[in-house]
């Protein structure tokens, strides 16, 4: 995946929707989505995805295989929540056990009540990952930026997090260059020869982004910095009728299903 997500939100279909309406639109989904039940999640995500897919015209590979990565992060928590174990030594398996084996003179069990709550995790991670997946995917740093200042945010706030943004994928694109570099010269064929390249992948990446922070300070300094980032924006933004019926539509809907859901279940 070489595309930026920057290019993707600065391409896609929903660029000239309101940075604010698309914002509201992900927090508004974002809260339903931590405070529902997850059969009102998973309709959140596959709603969600129809957004960034279908209208926002984001690559599907690219989508997938960022929930994938989060996906990924989330099974390796798993075993946490859906294994116990009872050092009880008697026949006695758990009631709430699924599955059980005998160790350590006790047992560790696949618990019911933890499989339960493993699911919820997982669709309620899901979920919420996808409407910030929408935000990042749709709504370019600066716009971010121009909202929370108009929002009252403390300009340092805003400033730090846009450089904080931008060094990541200059960090990201200094990696891939010299990782592809030291492969073209077969860095990585054996063990001992991956631990060398590694090590100086990381000195590497230390002294390029530190001379790179000093040439973005020199740059700015020579354009006249006064302690403060301007952002201009052009008032080219077209509100959609259509989108804004869709998605305040769309959240009434979830709302109804949870409250059948609590009260049929």
């Known amino acids: 995946m070489n595309i930026h997500i920057d290019t993707l939100a600065y391409s896609n279909r929903l660029r000239q929707l309101p940075p604010a309406q698309k914002l ?18 998973i309709v959140i995500l596959g709603w969600m995805s129809v957004w960034i897919v279908v209208y926002a015209g984001i690559p599907a590979q690219v989508y997938g295989a960022m929930l994938l990565g989060v996906l990924t992060f989330l099974v390796t928590s798993l075993p946490a929540l859906i294994l116990d174990y009872t050092s009880v030594s008697s026949s006695v398996v758990p009631a709430d056990a699924l599955w059980h084996m005998d160790l350590w003179g006790g047992y560790l069990y696949l618990s019911r009540q933890g499989l339960l709550q493993a699911v919820e995790v997982v669709f309620r991670s899901m979920a919420s990952t996808a409407a910030l997946f929408f935000i990042v995917l749709t709504i370019p740093a600066i716009e971010l930026a121009t909202i929370c200042e108009r929002l009252g945010c403390p300009p340092i706030l805003v400033e730090l997090l846009l450089l904080a943004y931008r060094f990541i994928f200059l960090l990201s694109d200094t990696a891939q260059q010299i990782i592809t570099a030291q492969i073209a010269r077969g860095g990585y064929r054996t063990q001992r020869l991956a631990m060398n390249s590694l090590s100086l992948l990381i000195r590497q990446l230390i002294q390029r982004t530190a001379s790179r922070y000093q040439q973005l300070t020199l740059a ?39 409250i059948l859901y609590r009260c049929y279940v």
Not at 24 to 41: E, S
């Open 24 to 41: 509201w639109f992900a927090i508004a989904v974002l809260l339903l989505a931590l405070v529902t039940h997850y059969p009102v999640q």
């Open 220 to 258: 700015v300094k020579a354009r006249g910095f006064e302690q403060e980032f301007r952002f201009w924006q052009p008032d080219t933004y077209q509100y959609s009728p259509r989108y804004a019926r869709e998605s305040i539509g769309g959240c009434v809907v979830l709302v109804v299903g949870e």
